[in-house]
């Protein structure tokens, strides 16, 4: 991440709470209500950092109607979306649904939807076009697994799984897009990648990005590190320099911790 002269950053930071199973409608709301108020009392500037939440499909309408009632500028995106736009596909849910709900964000190859249910990198593809085709955007997740990074294949996994995700993408839409780079045995597991890990994996990521489409157009593209993300851990990672945001699982489901997260640049003076 890195300021302009006039001090804001060339790419507003994005904190993204993924909530994953957690949390039900009426859990959800009680929840992002605090979130709300405890960032409104940190006197958080969210037209500086912006917060998303990924809560499960069942709370949407109610995030929704919380956020549009009490004009909160948090926004907040669905976890996943069906490749295809509406018909016979029992339990899936069409990226036209969650623009409808207001989402600005969809995830898109988290990688527990990679191994628990054996999403490929094609399925992916087709996701990345369906959540533009709904002007949505997503938020593609990447990362190697701990024995793909044992063997130091981490950074040409990564940069095949980002290639076969956006494949056809045009230059003009890839610039609003959000990579996340999550390596698989850093998730959940109080594992973090240090500061140096996620720079270079993300700055891979910029790179590639560029030969994929332009260098002006990687420059716009915002890349998240996730992966046990704490408050304490935030700041050091988000100070690198290709590193313009989190994706957060355990620490978003504690109001203080996530709030404390959002507010990183605090941690940046101090640490
Ligand atoms: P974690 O999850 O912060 O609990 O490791 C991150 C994620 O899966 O997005």
Redesign the pocket.
Known sequence: MTTSTNGTFDRRPLIAG?W?MNLDHVQGITFLQKLAWTLDDAGHDHSRVEVSVFPPFTDLRGVQTLVKGDDLEVVFGGQDLSPKDSGAYTGDISGQFLNRLGCTYVLVG???RRTIHSETDEVLNEKVHAAYRHNLVPVL?VGEGLEVRQAGGHVEHTLEQLRRGVAGLESARAADLVV?Y?PVW????GEVAGPGDAQEMCAAIRAELGTIFDTETAAKVRLLY????KAASAASILRERDVDGV??????LDVAEFASIVRFEQHLVTD
């Open positions: 993924n994953k988290h990688s527990e997740c996340a999550e850093a998730i959940g597991t996730g992966g046990s993300v994706l957060v699982g355990g620490a978003s």
